[in-house]
């Protein structure tokens, strides 16, 4: 089982739910968080003060998943979140130990769906 | 680069430069003792809005009465918090959080440039001697001859805009109207439209679409307010006007990037509420400020405005519930909004249960447009400035030629329902003019500003938002 | 599907066809043109509410005051503002973020629904011509007999409400009391209570418990009146009323779920900051508008009305200070509230040191109720509209028979600190009466309301919060 | 334990005790009629601010204008508006969220204290019976002497402060600005003075500071008055006073941990606008209330101030576009303000022309100020209540002595130009001594506050922000 | 070590908080997230446009612990996170390679608790 | 590759980011979270009734990275926030199995940058 972790733009996010949904991947949480990257942001003035701005808004994709669809989903994160312009966001894999259902108890690959 | 700086600086001190010295320059023939010293003693004060013809001499400093001076004041003050923070507020919780500034920007600065444009020229030719009927002339300019402290005195047709209060409180009053028209039309370009673009098309509305229509229905001798036309507080001039401005504007510009399917809903609905509540309050400005006194006139447009407001969001709380299942927060506010809009042009003329069908109407109409018409055309009226503004102004101006009763107002005129269908023609026939008007003119205005300038943000600028590439500010911190 | 479809619109139809017609089958009866032709010479405006029985000629048109009308109409705005957004915002940004448009959409619906009840009969039971003490008849329902023009004149007591403003004018001002005093009792059932159930009861409540209730102290020949009870701007009649009925439904609702360990803080306290100060400006209106003319006793309500609230304001802090270690926000605006309410009976009898004496009473016991009394009861006042609205108003009530003056209103009453006791008992039995019905009566209204429709929302709605189950809308949006 | 619970409940009982005593003890006295029984026939009223030297007979009640009255009272409202909620948002939208409630507190607890210090002994140290032209004695304490129901009336100088409303309502109006000139220096140390010093030098402050400076602009005999120093509504009174008193508190406090590079953006700038465009609306009140009547002069004043506060918010957004690029909403809403600053000492005495002036020179200089020179100075100033009330009210000051005009106002004075160098000289005395005045005293205050009891907030406190460690409250909740 | 990552209802936070108290499990971290599940969102309905709203309101706990916590710290969130119903959650273990106390520098099992 | 979780204390970020930088780590995502911890929050109060307040504001930052940076990294964090009070926070550091750039679609360490 894998753990997905992707940062991406946020108005890319419907797109990329739309082909994680046709790729049967369903599940999956979002957070709204801040990035520093390459993107260089745009620096904010306030009564001519400029503010660095450094960091930008970002939406955060996690997706708990079983081996055979990593390489699906990894397609769909990218296809729909490409722009192709820089800020485009990262994708990180690590390896996933266990996996509870809450509701039912039930643990590992079932679980994860 | 310092050359550079010095011309910024030298084209900021040469701007007050000139300002300051026109402003020196004209102060003189500001002045209010313009007033004639004819030492007449002054008819009593006449609450009815246009004199009876029988009181020919023209107003002195005594004739103002201090009780509707008080109220058309506390009125245009009212009338400015409906722009803002009002409907800055009302359409600023609509839209998505990146484009918050954007909105409350528009409606700010419309406060401070038309305000600037109406003491410049735009009263005068509002409301200033009438050219042809169409038109005021240049004498008012400066608001030369305008003056604070004695009533208007039109001396062509005898009468005055308003008998009982310096000609500067009915100046500053129809000034609020002036402001707040353009910024109705906002709720259609939302989240789209660049901000140079906006402010020069802005100023060039008010000055070529909004003036003139105003002059047609409310400047003494203005051939709508001459055919008879009925429009107590501008359901043409304003509503109407923004509304089809605001479907042109939609058309012109196109469609928001997503729309439909992909629009965040509207990012703090309780800002809309808190503007939409503010609006209420100050339409009685706007409304029984319009009696421009503090009479029996001035009670029932009062009246007449606060039970077709709640007849309305009622309404329109109801079809939600009906065809949507569930009464919505949103629906009552729009509503409300909509019974504000159709009941203005028939506030002066119309009885309690005139306000109640015309207030029924306004939850019906607008909702069955904004929910049913518009999603099957397509187009992108953001905000629904066209499917309130312009679709409830509508109904309130032909209602008009329904309810009106002189049983409210003797200088108005009897509708249909009390046996004067003429009245309904009259009526239509204004709504078509005004229409027609604004449709044509403020196309031609923004393609001319589409080629001069460009009208739409770019699309990364869109998808940013507004606020960070227009203005360089975000609406609200994330990181404490 | 397609028939149920048609039966939606036909409802819809017929519902507009109704209102239209009966608006203009009674359209004619609800003009002005009531008044008498008597050609009297009117007498002077009477600045007292009540006018001297030495004044007995009907008034006609020319006694209405421009100042006094201006005065009215805009505290009328005023207490409109008090509602929607004042109230609205001081409840909702109190409540969790997931109930904050439920809230808005409680007080925006009153504001809607309140307004109608009034022009078609509300009104009348509570101002109209008096049966038997109890309860006016329906002599003024559609607003039949109640001019725009002319002030109000009754007969049998040879009196006017407000002798120099158009009827109307009282009427619209008195609606915005009907308005909010149902808002008021939202404090307590907040969260939990279901939309349509909170409709009923609130148009039941305001026609059985309101209106009787404004009829017994403010309507002419009303039994608490004529007993002389003090109220000048609402303390029985709303704050008492309102808040024992908001005591009776927290109980009868009983406790939100986690309730009181579990609740999550004011969602946005600046929200209920904006509110509470909105509610200041805005109950000038209440109280100084309540003097119904602007001369000396508008003035000298307007300044014990300002001074009574700063002190309870200070006093809340200090208490908070002393016993909590911390002054805070929340407890600033929760006295001056308190103050406000507890001057409004007062405000009209009182000079500015019996002003300070009731605030600091009103930051001290609602204080100890919401603090200390409330926890130990263990019932879940959710906003303490009964804390702060109940005990503040009944704290009010009493101390006008303390504090009054006939130095300050010489048609009112000297209280016991000016050596009338009576005055007191007098007092003490309007607010005993007024508790009795309005428990008895709201609790009644309550049952039935459950039987037939179930007044709590289910479980799992109160825990999604009601914003999205009863209204399908959220507050604000996460994701931008 | 225990009887550290009991002292604490003596302490509060004792004193409510004492204020119901002195309540009843000073009742009596506060009363109303003490107006003189000479049974004279009234002067008309009169509409300038001076009565004419001609009309020396005292007034009684009937001379209360009922128009001027109510224009006076919602003036009176419109002004409290400004401080809560209007200020408290303009600023408390700018802070950091974790600082949002303090500044909100502090707002909200002056409107409360000054209260109470106005009607207790501050009205009549500032407008009371002179003292040496340098304050007034204590004859009015406890608004003793201060009429419910007629004018006030002075012997020595045989003239009024206000010849058409009760005394009281002049005293209320007044008492708004008494609260609001300490709530502009809020801006200055937001976010980093400790609350109970910030209340101990408040109180002071408004005692030592504002009130002598009011009684020599305004109170009769005030010998920056009788010198003919000109300041309608409060440019040296309000603004310079408390824009000085911001400056030295920004310099003996310190700047804040992390300024200037580590500061966020405003927390909430909807907030900020809300605010600002609250304050524009409330200004009309501050202006046009001034002219303490509801007739030309008013009208003038309310013109004026829109017109000038437009051109500034203009200004600003054109400084910021040419300069840095973009027109930001900050920057019109900061014009806007400085330019309703900048007129309010001119607000009764120019024209419209000279209304552009002053706010066009209101939308650069301080925009120089801030966006220039405070950087350079390096001190943190941290919402520009200086540069924008300081600099501003300066501005305006001096532009009162260039473009003052009888031809607005007959008791006014005529500026350099309009021919009278003199005036300039005079405004610029008042202004010096204004600003050494309150620079001074100001500076002595914070000093002993400071030894008393700490200025500033300990710097663990300033990190975790003041909402959570003086008030124990958070603004927001994060979480639900 | 081990790194626990569970997505909970809104309303069972302080119930879940309340039983890792109990089983002396007090360092914890909290966000805010959206999620999308099995469980169906509330459509909401603006001026009669209906919005998909297939993201709902979830809460994100974050618990790093020693192995031996491991199952009291599961059993807790199950305990304190299950209402029976779609759209309680899961719960996901990562394996932990370091743990720094930023306070002190101390690394590893000591750091954790 | 490692994937680098810290908690930190809000009012530290900026000298946390400096001294990322400084080291030469631009790259950086940032979540405001809630922490329960040793530190004892500010009990608020509402109408005298105390609200626990267990839970305090934190910022969360992740940094994915190669191994060569990893030291520097935690020096970074440490140095920069570090106060000595508690409630300084954690870092936590994960395995990170893959990284890809949405953008150019590389994958592995040249991605993480
Ligand atoms: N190594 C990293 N660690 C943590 N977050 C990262 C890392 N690299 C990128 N990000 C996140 O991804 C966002 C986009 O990265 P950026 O460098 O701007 O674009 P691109 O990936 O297209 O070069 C950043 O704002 C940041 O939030
Ligand atoms: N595989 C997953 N990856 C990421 N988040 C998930 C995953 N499965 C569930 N979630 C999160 O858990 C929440 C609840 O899941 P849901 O399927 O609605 O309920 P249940 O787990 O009871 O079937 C989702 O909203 C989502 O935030
Ligand atoms: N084991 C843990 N799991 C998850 N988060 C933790 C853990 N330990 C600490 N935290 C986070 O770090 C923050 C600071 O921890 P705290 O114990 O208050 O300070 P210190 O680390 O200085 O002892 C907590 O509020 C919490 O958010």
Request: neutral net charge; glycine residues 10%.
């Amino acid at each position: 089982m894998k753990y997905i972790i992707a940062i991406i733009q946020p108005d890319r996010l419907e797109e990329v739910m739309q082909r994680l949904e046709e790729k049967e991947i369903h599940l999956v949480t979002v957070t709204n968080v801040m990035g520093r990257g390459r993107q260089k942001g745009i620096a904010e003035v306030y009564r001519s003060h400029r503010e660095a701005g450094t960091l930008l808004k970002k939406v955060k994709l996690e997706i708990a998943i079983n081996d055979a669809y990593l390489k699906p989903a990894l397609d769909a994160i990218i296809q729909g979140g490409r722009t192709g312009q820089v800020g485009d966001g990262k994708i990180f894999v690590m390896n996933l130990d266990e996996c509870i259902r809450i509701r039912t108890g039930e643990t590992g690959g079932p679980a994860i769906g | 680069m310092k050359t550079n700086r010095f011309w910024k600086w030298a084209l900021a001190v040469a701007t007050m430069a000139v300002v300051t010295g026109s402003a020196f320059a004209q102060a003189p023939s500001a002045t209010s003792n313009t007033a004639p010293a004819v030492a007449a003693i002054a008819a009593p004060p006449v609450a009815a809005p246009a004199a009876a013809p029988a009181a020919p001499t023209p107003p002195t400093a005594k004739d103002v009465n201090s009780g509707d001076n008080a109220w058309v004041l506390i009125s245009s003050a009212l009338v400015l918090l409906m722009t803002v923070p009002a409907l800055a507020f009302f359409y600023g919780g609509l839209v998505r959080r990146k484009n918050v500034l954007s909105v409350l920007m528009q409606c700010f600065i419309l406060a401070c440039v038309i305000s600037i444009q109406w003491v410049l020229f735009g009263y005068s030719l509002a409301f200033g001697p009438d050219i042809k009927h169409l038109i005021g002339n240049l004498d008012w300019a400066f608001l030369k001859n305008v003056s604070i402290d004695t009533p208007h005195w039109d001396a062509v047709t005898a009468s005055s805009y308003a008998g009982t209060i310096p000609h500067q409180s009915f100046m500053i009053f129809q000034m609020m109207f002036a402001v707040i028209t353009p910024g109705l039309i906002i709720g259609s370009f939302a989240e789209r439209m660049k901000f140079s673009a906006f402010l020069v098309f802005a100023i060039l509305w008010a000055t070529i679409v909004y003036d003139p229509v105003a002059h047609w229905v409310w400047g003494k001798n203005g051939f709508l307010g001459l055919m008879g036309a009925l429009d107590f507080a501008g359901g043409t001039v304003v509503h109407i006007n923004a509304g089809i401005a605001g479907l042109v504007t939609a058309l012109v510009l196109g469609k928001r990037i997503g729309y439909p399917d992909r629009m965040s809903p509207p990012h703090n609905l309780p800002f809309a509420v808190l503007g939409a509540a503010l609006l209420w309050v100050g339409w009685f400005g706007f409304n029984a400020g319009s009696a421009l006194s503090a009479g029996g006139l001035a009670t029932s447009a009062f009246v007449v405005t606060h039970v077709a407001t709640a007849a309305a969001g009622l309404t329109w709380a109801l079809m939600d519930w009906i065809f949507n299942k569930r009464p919505t927060l949103l629906g009552v506010i729009s509503g409300a909004v909509g019974g504000l809009v159709a009941i203005t042009p028939a506030s002066g003329f119309v009885n309690v249960m005139g306000a109640i069908g015309i207030g029924v109407g306004a939850g019906i109409l607008p909702w069955i447009f904004v929910s049913i018409i518009k999603p099957k055309l397509g187009y992108d009226d953001a905000l629904d400035a066209f499917g309130v503004h312009g679709v409830g102004g509508t109904w309130g101006a032909i209602a008009t030629g329904l309810w009106a009763t002189k049983t409210i107002n003797s200088a108005g005129a009897d509708g249909l329902f009390y046996g004067n269908p003429a009245q309904l023609l009259i009526q239509l026939k204004a709504v078509g003019v005004t229409i027609v008007y604004s449709l044509v003119v403020s196309f031609i205005l923004l393609k001319i500003v589409d080629l001069v300038m460009g009208l739409r943000a770019e699309p990364q600028a869109e998808k940013i938002g507004l606020d960070l590439t227009d203005h360089r500010e975000t609406g609200y911190t994330v990181l404490d």
